[in-house]
């Protein structure tokens, strides 16, 4: 079979309600690989008996050896992926309506890496905007200005990127495999190596808002705080080893 113009790559964990309503916003298609990888989570022996879903027509589904950290996930999807393009998807997050027209309008780009910026809602509610998404400052200083560094060096998380799977696999670029940070280095080391990227204007992704998510705890473990800092000294130390000048 053909390969498809994008790999599609979903970590999950414990969440399958949700990640039913994210890949109902993914369109079934041979275009799109769509490879979901479940962190260990209770009970996902029988998810395929129970989620009509996760056996429809080109999904795959993966386990980790061991649960604990969705870069982990995400580096399995990564080794699975045949498409020309790779992009992430939190299992709670989910594609606009034209998704598939906007990829399917993008799949013949020649940059490294596609940009797009994102909308942000609660996820118990969809209609309520969510202040989440952190990430629109890049996009309209990148507008503004054409700087592209804090897009390449500052957007930290790995949705709403859509990277081509050639960049990844030359500098064999992976996830940090630990709970909390993984994506800090991935999303530096892609930024850094891209040679051209674009920024579209419309939005791809629609981040979403949930008690009980990683992202929404407002106290931090001792060993959450120390992991972070580690994945922070890691990008750091790829920026001195590359002579990247910018501060983070």
């Known amino acids: 079979m053909e390969n498809p113009s994008y790999s599609i790559i979903i970590p999950h964990y414990n969440i399958p309600d949700l990640l039913i309503r994210c890949l109902k916003s993914i369109p079934v298609s041979p275009e799109f690989q769509v490879i979901v990888v479940d962190d260990c989570s209770p009970g996902a022996e029988s998810y ?26 995400r580096n399995i999807g990564i080794d699975h992926a045949r498409g020309k393009w790779v992009t ?63 897009l390449r060096y500052e957007f930290d998380a790995p949705w709403g990127k859509v990277i081509k799977k050639s960049l990844i696999d030359k500098y064999n670029i992976r996830f940090d495999e630990v709970r909390y940070s993984n994506d800090t280095y991935f999303s530096a080391a892609i930024g850094y190596y891209a040679e051209r990227i674009k920024v579209p204007l419309e939005p791809l992704y629609v981040v979403t808002e949930r008690a009980g998510s990683l992202t929404s705890a407002k106290e931090k473990s001792d060993n959450e705080w120390r992991t972070r800092l580690i994945a922070a000294l890691h990008v750091q130390l790829f920026f001195d080893e590359h002579g990247v000048k910018y501060k983070r």
């Open 48 to 73: 395929l008996a129970l989620y009509s879903e996760l056996t429809r027509p080109h999904l795959e589904f993966y386990s980790t050896p061991q649960g604990g950290s969705a870069g982990r996930a």
């Open 88 to 150: 992430f998807v939190d299992a709670d997050d989910y594609f606009v309506d034209n998704a598939e027209e906007l990829l399917l309008k993008y799949k013949d780009s020649t940059e490294d890496i596609m940009y797009f910026p994102s909308l942000s809602v609660m996820s118990e509610n969809t209609l309520q905007q969510s202040d989440r998404n952190l990430f629109l400052y890049h996009f309209s200083h990148y507008h503004a200005t054409g700087d592209e560094k804090p």
